[in-house]
């Protein structure tokens, strides 16, 4: 009963289900498999693309070598035809046996011979009638494109042995037209494959030696200095205050070194700036201890101001009105300079300022109005300036009062000098133009000049007073710009945009010294 049970089908093993997250698509996925497929290094995809170029220069090398190897193999083939054409003739009769015919076939390696004269088919080697084996395909050596030449060899290569080829050139030894020969392609595919092996091994090993070379080549004179970079990069970038994170340039003459400079001169700036900041936040900490206590001691030397201003004496009146006002831009300072400290300038709100009175004002806060140092400003009395007053004021008495002391600092003159300032229009630019007969900034101060904590000219000094005078003016939407400086001083320009129409018409334009 159990053999005639019908059998079974063996059991099929289950089936694997594969999970694919719902909406993917290939194309979503594959940047994510070429990015795990692909190289990620610099070093290993400049070794696959070494690697590729010399396998592509190969590629292209194969077909022309295999093409030459084949037109060189028929043309030896087509002078054994014309050779073997010679013995016929020679010949009595031009008749030779069938026996001689098949030996000279053979030793040439041609199964038939003709020649073509003067516009006739001579028949001079062929098998016996009968055996007359069919022709497979057609090369006519004399004329072939580039296209037909290079893809010659592939006809061979691809269409497999025991067929017959018709060979079809010019005649180089006798006269004619044109010589045919018919030969078997069996020996020059045997000849193609054996050359392409050989071609493909020298290929390989050229392309391992040639890539071998260009990668270290290129790793050690690119990669390797790349890296280095790299990591100098990355470690600056986590700690820009470790000294060991600085790059020491190679000293290369080429775009490496290029490159490893100029990341050495942005590493020190960053330096500079970051010290630089560092030391403004301690400024603004120092100063946000103290200006509590200053506001109170300007507070209550304004109650004594005011008490004074009541004592009727006429030379306090008179004195009253500068010491208010140098209590007020004192306090003005103090939280100016907390700002600074901490964040930016406040925008300026422009008007138009009479500049005589805005230099003089200055002037008296800068002590240029004693009989040692003066200011001479040569502007008239009804100029305007667009600015903010309190802004202008500082921007003036900062480049006084760096004037000032650069002529009291030079020993040869006895604290004696004078500063000149004018105005002048520019394209609708007004340009205020202060200049001393100091001695001239140092190097150091011109190499820093408007850098805060860098570029102070004396002793001492914090090196803020160009900065924020440069901010300010930056902040009106001008500049404050160096002219010269010298032996025979040293000359500014605030350049503030914008040309206010003058005041009511007065006196005109005179010369006006403060001072004595």
């Known amino acids: ?16 289900r594969v999970f694919w997250p719902r909406g993917l698509t290939v194309r979503q996925l594959a940047p ?13 995809r400049l070794l696959l693309a070494t690697a590729l170029i010399v396998v592509l220069a190969n590629v292209i090398i194969v077909p022309s070598f295999l093409a030459t190897r084949q037109r ?14 010679f013995v016929v003739q020679a010949a009595p009769q031009g008749k030779v046996t069938e026996r001689l015919k098949q030996q000279i076939l053979e030793s040439a390696g041609l199964v038939a011979v003709g020649i073509q004269s003067d516009g ?6 062929a098998p016996p ?60 595919r045997s000849i193609l494959l054996a050359d392409l092996g050989e071609l493909l091994i020298g290929a390989l090993f050229t392309s391992v030696m040639a890539g071998g070379v260009v990668y270290l080549s290129l ?35 080429d775009e490496i070194g290029r490159a490893e400079a100029e990341l050495d001169r942005m590493q020190q700036d960053l330096r500079a700036a970051l010290a630089s900041r560092a030391r403004l936040a301690a400024l603004g900490e120092a100063v946000a201890k103290i200006n509590h ?50 964040s930016e300038e406040p925008s300026p709100e422009a008007r138009p300022v009479p500049l005589q009175a805005a230099l003089a004002a200055a002037a008296e806060d800068s002590q240029l109005t004693g009989p040692n140092v003066c200011l001479i400003a040569g502007v008239d009395a009804r100029d305007q300036v667009l600015a903010d007053p ?14 000032r002391e650069a002529i009291d600092g030079d020993p040869g003159r006895g604290g004696v000098g004078k500063v000149c300032a004018e105005l002048r229009r520019e394209d609708g630019t007004s340009v205020i133009r202060l200049a001393d007969d100091g001695p001239g900034l140092p190097e150091r101060a011109r190499t820093n000049l408007f850098q805060p904590f860098a570029g102070s000219a004396r002793r001492g000094g914090a090196g803020l007073g160009l900065a924020i005078a440069r901010e300010l003016a930056q902040a009106h939407g001008g500049d404050l710009v160096l002219v010269q400086t010298g032996a025979s001083g040293t000359t500014f320009d605030v350049r503030l945009p914008g040309v206010p129409a003058p005041t009511q018409p007065g006196a005109g334009s005179r010369q006006v010294q403060a001072g004595t």
Do not use: C
Request: charged content about 25%.
């Open 1 to 16: 009963m159990a053999d005639d049970a019908p059998l079974s089908e063996p059991a099929k093993p289950a089936e694997r």
């Open 120 to 125: 006739v088919m001579h028949s001079v080697l």
């Open 129 to 188: 009638p009968g055996r007359e084996p069919p022709t497979s395909y057609r090369i006519d050596l004399r004329r072939q494109d580039p296209l037909a030449f290079l893809t010659a060899p592939l006809q061979t290569l691809l269409g497999g042995g025991a067929r017959m080829v018709l060979v079809v050139d010019r005649p180089h030894y006798r006269s004619g037209e044109l010589v045919t020969v018919l030969v078997p392609d069996s020996p020059l």
């Open 293 to 342: 206590e200053m506001r109170n001691m300007l507070t209550s030397a304004q109650i004594a101001s005011e008490r004074l201003a009541r004592s009727g004496d006429p030379a306090v009146a008179s004195a009253l009105p500068r010491l208010e006002r140098a209590l007020d831009r004192a306090v003005t300072l103090a939280t100016n300079v907390l700002t600074y400290g901490r």
């Open 32 to 44: 994510a498999l070429g990015a795990r497929v692909l190289p990620r290094g610099l070093s290993a």
């Open 72 to 85: 060189q193999w028929l043309g030896e083939r087509v002078a054994a035809g014309e050779l073997a054409s």
């Open 390 to 403: 309190d802004q202008l004021h500082r921007i003036l008495v900062n480049l006084m009062r760096n004037a």
């Open 219 to 253: 790793n050690f004179f690119l990669v390797r200095p790349m890296q280095r970079i790299t990591r100098a990069m990355e470690r600056f970038r986590a700690d820009p205050e470790d000294a060991e994170a600085r790059l020491q340039p190679s000293g290369r003459h």
